[in-house]
């Protein structure tokens, strides 16, 4: 503990002097790289407008919104800088895309040996 703060107590928020919570930047930007390079994101968005963003708890976030026919669509950040898009529809077998992240949004590391 610095200066008598406990490391992960204001995780979740955003730091003083910003609006928008990193995490929440850094997910929205995969959204928008997803949208770019993937037509079958494209075409869940087009179908799924205005997914909002929901916090998990604290630092984490994901976009989820319903689909025009009563199912729903998530995507969130894996720990191995995928971003993860699942659509689920009545019905239907799950739609489930994995996005590689490019190396300005990746925060995983390779192990050293």
């Not at 998990?56 to 720990?79: D, F, K, N, R, Y």
Request: charge should be neutral; glycine fraction near 8%.
């Amino acid at each position: 503990m610095i200066e008598g703060r406990h490391p992960r107590r204001d995780e979740g928020y955003a730091p003083i002097g910003t609006t928008t919570h990193p995490a929440l930047h850094r997910l929205r930007t995969a959204w928008a790289y997803a949208r770019e390079t993937s037509q079958a994101v494209e075409a869940i968005n087009s179908a799924c407008p205005g997914l909002r963003a929901v916090p998990v708890c604290e630092g984490t976030w994901v976009l989820q919104g319903p689909t025009p026919t009563g199912g729903s669509v998530h995507a969130c950040i894996t720990i191995f800088d995928q971003l993860t898009v699942i659509r689920v529809e009545d019905g239907k077998p799950y739609e489930h895309h994995l996005i590689n992240l490019p190396d300005p949004l990746r925060t995983a590391r390779p192990a050293v040996a």
